[in-house]
């Protein structure tokens, strides 16, 4: 078991409507990943934060945001819901040299699974 | 633009045959070059990784940089190999970010 571990398992929520993904990283990561993984697209990064603050940023649109909190947990909410944002988002977390610029090996949760109807 | 090519979507394989799944990256700067795998009904995990030059379950990968190349061989498969494989460059100017390919499906049939 990795130590990654995010909540909730799945989520159906309807078109137009927002949700909150929860990660909790492995203990002393102090590095977070969130990845979107859907059928067209496959596997795809969303955003990285290291610490509290935003490290990078992927393909992430506008109406989805993240944070981290002090206790290094973190939360993707997703707003404004579109069939098409039905997907595997999985989370991921690390212990990065150099203030999260260098890559190291990611642990990954086991994902939520969104379904937008 | 990172990009990663896994050119083969499915493979198959019997058991005790040698296997080897491809990968070819293009790639801003000098990559650290990763494998993952997802075994069935399991959470993606390391395979390997290239810089630490370890065999994994019997898998190694050579870096064949004038190629831009990371395949992943393994002179034996075992039915316990069948899952999902991503090559996965990382670094340079996207910093810890994984770059994921489309991945293969290996199938070691008995």
């Known amino acids: 078991d990795s130590g990654v571990t995010q909540t909730p398992k799945h989520l159906i929520t309807a078109t137009g409507q927002r949700v909150t993904l929860r990660c909790s990283p492995r203990s002393g990561d102090l590095s977070v990943y969130w990845y979107q993984q859907s059928l067209d697209q496959g596997l795809q990064f969303l955003i990285q934060y290291y610490n509290g603050e935003e490290r990078a940023k992927g393909n992430i649109l506008e109406r989805f945001s993240a944070q981290q909190f002090p206790d290094l947990h973190s939360e993707l909410n997703l707003s404004s819901l579109e069939l098409g944002d039905s997907a595997l988002y999985f989370c991921?977390?690390?212990?990065?040299?150099?203030?999260?610029?260098?890559?190291?090996?990611?642990?990954f949760g086991p994902g939520t699974r969104l379904t937008v109807l | 633009a990172q990009r990663v090519t896994q050119p083969e979507k499915l493979l198959s394989v019997f058991k005790g045959a040698p296997v080897e799944l491809k990968c070819n990256y293009s790639?801003?700067?000098?990559?650290?070059l990763f494998w993952y795998v997802q075994y069935s009904r399991q959470r993606l995990q390391l395979l390997l990784r290239?810089?630490s030059r370890e065999s994994i379950k019997g898998f190694t990968a050579d870096l064949n940089k004038g190629e831009t190349s990371f395949h992943l061989k393994k002179p034996f498969a075992q039915e316990e190999d069948s899952a999902m494989y991503y090559c996965v460059p990382a670094g340079g100017t996207s910093y810890g970010k994984l770059t994921f390919g489309q991945g293969t499906i290996l199938t070691v049939h008995p």
């Open positions: 991921a977390s690390s212990s990065p040299r150099d203030r999260g610029l260098v890559p190291h090996t990611q642990y």
């Open positions: 790639y801003s700067g000098s990559p650290e």
């Open positions: 290239h810089i």
